[in-house]
């Protein structure tokens, strides 16, 4: 089962910018995708952006586009998640998560029912 640990969170004023990492422990063939969800207090788990590693497909919740950017090092198991902008409302823990079953319908591309292995997740605050 693929490992994840993310990283790259922290305090950052309102307006600034935060890249968060991924690093897997394999990029193997039943790794579909991985896709970046963050979690408030008191709020349910959100999808924020997905990658798909077979073609570089992305997909954002309505939400984040704009301001949120997925990409992949291709060097490296690193899937990244820029965040620009940033609102205090952006405040949450950011978890990444890995697809392993080959999600197909795109109602379900941020669906956290779906992934199957998580990371422990980073802390952003946005606050000044």
């Known amino acids: 089962q693929v490992q994840l640990v993310e990283s790259g969170g922290g305090l950052v004023q309102p307006g600034g910018s935060l890249t968060l990492s991924c690093d897997a422990s394999?990029?193997?063939?039943?790794?579909?995708?991985i896709a970046w969800f963050r979690q408030a207090p008191g709020k349910e788990r959100q999808g924020v952006a997905r990658f798909s590693l077979s073609d570089g497909r992305t997909w954002y919740a309505d939400s984040a586009t704009g301001r949120f950017f997925i990409s992949r090092d291709s060097a490296k198991n690193t899937v990244y998640l820029q965040i620009n902008s940033l609102k205090p409302e952006d405040t949450a823990v950011y978890y990444c998560a890995a697809d392993t079953r080959g999600i197909v319908w795109v109602s379900y591309y941020l669906d956290p029912e779906q992934y199957t292995s998580w990371g422990l997740g980073t802390q952003v605050t946005v606050s000044s």
């Open positions: 394999e990029f193997s063939s039943d790794l579909y995708a």
